[in-house]
């Protein structure tokens, strides 16, 4: 699955921008990549996405090693999220949830602001897991970012997630632990 055809909500951009201060000339540079934070679309592909992702990372993570920005990124676009007002809802959602049913919604809380990927989350033992990831467009290390700081929000202690497996194709696996 190419990224072009996956479609990402506004939802996820309004998350990326609170990553970044921006100022006019970030602006000017997400127009260009596709993303007018000024007269936002309901939804995007994810090509645009990763352009403006790529913007983000270059300004906010600037000096980081590229896994620890993506990774960085992705909590921080999860904190970005649950500020939002679709976030709001599901941060309560995810409380409530604790991280065990968290886990087993992994799936369902992608695909609130992209689809189609395919997720796959499964039970190893009690808090261990491992999420397969199929035509997802994006690094693995900032899904990994995501997880670790959706559990965190969930309420589990000291959630770890490692990449066990990353083809370069959309399709990884980690596992997580807490």
């Known amino acids: 699955m190419s990224p072009a055809e996956v479609v990402i909500q506004n939802t996820l951009f309004e998350s990326l921008l609170r990553c970044v201060r921006l100022d006019s ?4 540079r997400l127009a260009a990549a596709g993303y ?10 994810a090509s645009v996405f990763l352009r403006c992702q790529n913007l983000v990372l270059a300004t906010a993570y ?13 909590r921080d676009l999860v904190r ?3 500020e939002t007002l679709v976030g709001k809802v599901v941060n309560v ?5 604790g991280p065990e049913r968290a886990m087993k919604r992994v799936a369902l809380s ?4 992209m689809e189609p990927v395919e997720i ?13 990831f199929q035509g997802y467009p994006f690094p693995a290390e900032a899904a990994a970012g995501c997880c670790e700081e959706a559990l965190r929000q969930s309420g589990a202690a ?8 990353d083809t370069g194709t959309g399709r990884f696996e980690l596992r997580i632990r807490w």
């Open 62 to 74: 600037a000096g980081r090693l590229p896994q620890e920005a993506l990774r960085q990124m992705g």
């Open 110 to 113: 992608f695909r609130s602001v």
């Open 25 to 28: 000339s970030l602006r000017e």
């Open 36 to 45: 007018d934070p000024d007269r936002p679309r309901a939804s995007y592909p």
């Open 120 to 132: 796959q989350s499964t039970e190893l033992a009690k808090k261990d897991w491992r999420v397969t």
């Open 80 to 82: 970005g999220f649950f």
């Open 158 to 165: 000291s959630p770890t997630v490692v990449l066990e497996s």
């Open 93 to 97: 959602a995810l409380k409530v949830a």
